[in-house]
Structures are given as C-alpha cells and as structure tokens.
C-alpha cells in the first residue's frame, strides 16, 4: 500500500499551519472521501458545502482513524490526529489529492467523453477498441457505473467526486490496468469535479439543450463543455468534435490553443473522419467511412440508428493514435449494447426498447431513428423529471408527439413535485390530444402500452434507460423499465 509523509503532500498547500501533532512523523495512506468511511491512516479533508460542513464530521473521522484532519477552523477531534490549518481547505484537497496520486495517473492513458448525448455509449466503444487492441481490462467511469477491470462499483452521478476519481484511478494503475476512460458531465466540469485530471484524448459527442436548472442559458452550458479542452485536455493531445454539432467550432477554436491534434468526424459537413455510406434497419447496421481522406473502412454492428454511427466515428476518433482502423472495425463488429440506450429487451411479435432519452432533441433523435426502420406504429412511453428545467417539459411532448403512433406521459423521476402536473406541462406541447393518454404510475403506463402493442409495433420506453429506481419525494423505489416491461409481456401472454 503506498503513503506518502504528510509534510511532503503539505509543500503543495501554501500558507499552513499545525494546531496539533507531528506532520513529519505522519504517513497518510489515502484521501478519504468522508469521515463514515474513512480508513485508519487516511487523512480527512473539511470542506463547507452546500448542505453540510466536514468541519462537523472531524470528530468522526479522528474516531475512525484519520491519520490527518486539514481545517479552516479549529475543531475538538480528539489527540491522535494530527490536525492542520489552512486558508482554503478545497483548495488544499485538490492540491494533496493530485499529489498523492500523481504517479497512478502518470501510469494510464486517460480519455474525457463530453456532450449532452452519447457519452455513455461512446465510453464503452473506447473501452471495446482499446481491449481489442491490447487485450487488457480498462477502466471506465461513468452513467452506469464505475467499472474497474470486472469490478463495478455503483455509480450516484455521471462523474464522481474529485477525490473518488482519484481513488479509483489509484485502484486501476494497481491492477496495472493502462487506460481509463471518463464521462465528464457539465457539473463536474464546472464544479471542479475534473481538476488535475489530464486527458490524452477528449471527445465532444454533441451540445444541446439540457441541464437548463443548473446553467440557466445554452451559452453558460456550452462554457461549462468547453472545460474539458481549456483545462484537462493536455498541451498537443488528441481533440474528437462531431463538426455536425452546435458548439464544434467552439471547441475547435480551443483545441487550437491548446494544439491539439483536431478530429472532426461528420455525416453532414467535410471532416477527418466522414460516412460514405449506410444501412439500417431494427437488428442492426451497415456502414462505409472513410478516414484521413484515404482508408475506407467497411463496419458491422448490431447497435440501431445513426445516432450510433456518430458514436462508433467518436470511438474511432478517440482512439485514432493508439489503435489501427482493422483492429477498431473487429471491436465494433464484437460489441453488443449499452444498458439503457437503445437497447432491445423484447423482439418477437412487437418490439421494446429502453433507452435513457430525456431531453427534446434525444427523444427527436430517437424518435427519428426509430421512425425510419419502423413496420408499423410507434408507441412512447416517457415523462419529465421533477425538479428539473421545466421550459423543456412541453417541448418534449411536441417531440415524441411528432414521430408517434400512440403516447402514454408519465412518470419519470418526479422527486418532490406532483407528477400529475408535471404531466400537465408536458401535455401543453401537444396538439392532437387523441394521440395521447396519461398515467402517473409508470408502471401502469408501460402496462397499457404492452397492451394496446399490435404486430411489428416498437414500443419505445424513454426517460429512465438502465436506472434501477424511481425517485418519489425523497425515496428511491425499485423499479426499471425493462423488468417492468418483460413482466407485463408475460402477464399478457398467461
């Protein structure tokens, strides 16, 4: 186990002080996270947050045996640990966390996936091509979980905190794991969730519309995305941007400034990497691209829609320095699904498909896709969040009502608003009442649909993709689209 001399990470914090104990004698190994599960030896770091102070948790972590406790103020914490003061405790966690950890990260190529859609998807196909490759586990953090080799630990956000990043890239480089690839939300960006992380690669999947409670304006979201170039991406490493996205050349323009070796890939616009052509229908997949303006490369997938095609052009992008174009189109012809996106869990007289959908232009985008390999009806099943930008509700209905049969509004997670208004709100975007029905419970929702399924219908379940839970009020439920689903087929069919 590696530790570190409490002095040593101290030469990174500037101006401190010691209320008690005797730094030079102290190994620290680790940074704890919280004082519950901190370990013996780790130090424990206090910072004021929005909801709680880590000053009121120091007695705790002392308990626990933190080898050091880093304070703004004084606090009674017992003897033992030694106990620090500074002027800005967060910034001495980023300082003493980058440090600690700074040979693990020297030891693995790292991979930042931004954008409002795709992120997950395009992570796992990194992760594919690289395996492919190197025949090696990977490490992959994000929506779904943050996967360690074959160890999956369950994921709260997109991008974990600062220190948990740190933590399990620590993990990785001892399992001698090589490459680690991260989701990078646009909270994490702007939070600083990210900081002293340094990609050798970064990825602009798409900007639209979303997270409007957080950022309040496309601009300030769009800001929040260009982080990923401005401060983690390093000096001449490799920049993917879909040219057919708003924001491209935004993100092109800091590439630039950084020198980074730029990757468009397009189906729309000239690019690095373009699409010659295409075929798709609900099983899967053809395509044609062309790469560097001299391979052409002929691919294979079962994944549905062009949305996929960008994806598997950002994975290609992405890991363009480190893998050949043959070993890329065997990984893709491999690869499977990703839980939640556009994934098949029924496929026999009518079709199901989950995907994680949630916005107005991902449900377009679905929508679009699904309508183009349709036999018959489409049928929607979805909601909005509580608790989330609200200006997007009525626009999610005029979308789904655009490209569907039959919709059925919803719940999705309503947390501590009244689902039945918010339904209300989605339903302001729908002209043709006709086309729609309403239920508050999901699960009664997924149920009508199964019911009213005819032959070679697709029933699209948007909203939730691999969550196993519904927030209500301040309560998570079990529950999960797809299991919901398979167990209203089997009820029908008994």
């Known amino acids: 186990m590696k530790t570190m001399k409490l002095t040593g990470l101290l030469s990174a914090v500037p101006k401190w002080k010691i209320l008690q104990g005797d730094p030079d004698n102290t190994p ?12 013996k030896g780790e130090i424990f770091i206090c910072i004021k947050g929005y909801t709680k102070d880590g000053h009121d948790f120091a007695a705790e972590a002392a308990k626990n045996g933190a080898a050091a406790i880093i ?19 967060k910034a001495a966690m980023f300082a003493i966390t980058d440090m600690f950890y700074a040979d693990a990260k020297k030891k693995l190529k790292m991979i930042g996936v931004t954008g409002t859609k795709g992120k997950t998807t395009v992570t796992y196909l990194v992760e594919a091509i690289l395996k492919e490759k190197y025949k090696k586990d990977c490490a992959v953090l994000g929506t779904i979980g943050f996967k360690i080799g074959k160890k999956v630990y369950k994921a709260e956000n997109t991008t974990p905190s600062n220190i948990t990043i740190h933590r399990l890239l620590g993990e990785a480089a001892d399992k001698g794991i090589r490459h680690a690839i991260i989701e990078s939300s646009s909270h994490a960006l702007d939070q600083g969730r990210l900081k002293n992380i340094l990609f050798d690669a970064a990825v602009m999947t798409n900007v639209t519309r979303d997270h409007f409670d957080y950022h309040k304006t496309f601009r300030n979201y769009l800001k929040a995305k260009l982080i990923i170039v401005k401060e983690n991406l390093k000096k001449g490493g490799l920049l993917a941007v879909n040219a057919d996205s708003k924001g491209a050349e935004e993100f092109i323009k800091e590439g630039r400034i950084k020198k980074a070796e730029i990757i468009r890939y397009a189906i729309n616009k000239k690019a690095e990497i373009s699409l010659l052509k295409h075929k798709l229908d609900i ?24 949305h996929n095609i960008y994806n598997i052009m950002a994975a290609i992008a992405a890991t363009s320095r480190m893998v050949d174009i043959k070993s890329a189109v065997t990984a893709i012809k491999k690869f499977t699904t990703v839980k939640g996106r556009l994934d098949k869990v029924y496929s026999k007289d009518f079709n199901v498909v989950v995907d994680f959908a949630h916005t107005p232009d991902s449900l377009d985008q679905i929508l679009r896709t699904l309508n183009e390999l349709k036999k018959n009806r489409i049928i929607t099943v979805f909601g909005a969040g509580g608790e989330r930008d609200r200006g997007k509700r009525p626009m999610m209905g005029a979308a789904v009502e655009k490209y569907s049969d039959l919709m059925i509004v919803t719940s999705d997670n309503p947390r501590s608003e009244d689902p039945a208004l918010i339904i209300k709100e989605v339903m302001a975007g729908v002209k043709r009442k006709d086309k729609a029905l309403t239920a508050v419970d999901r699960g009664e929702a997924i149920r009508i649909a199964v019911k009213a399924a005819q032959k070679d219908d697709i029933i699209l379940l948007a909203g939730k993709g691999h969550e196993e839970y519904q927030i209500i009020g301040d309560v998570k439920h079990d529950f999960n689209d797809a299991k919901e689903a398979l167990k209203a087929i089997k009820e029908l069919k008994r």
């Open 71 to 89: 304070v703004e103020r004084p606090v009674k914490a017992g003897k033992k640990a030694v106990i620090i003061q500074v002027k800005d405790s």
């Open 28 to 39: 620290i190994k680790g940074v704890a996270e919280t004082a519950s599960t901190l370990k």
């Open 283 to 306: 099983n899967g997949m053809n395509f044609e691209l062309i790469v560097q303006k001299r391979v052409r490369a002929f691919f294979t997938s079962i994944l549905v829609g062009q």
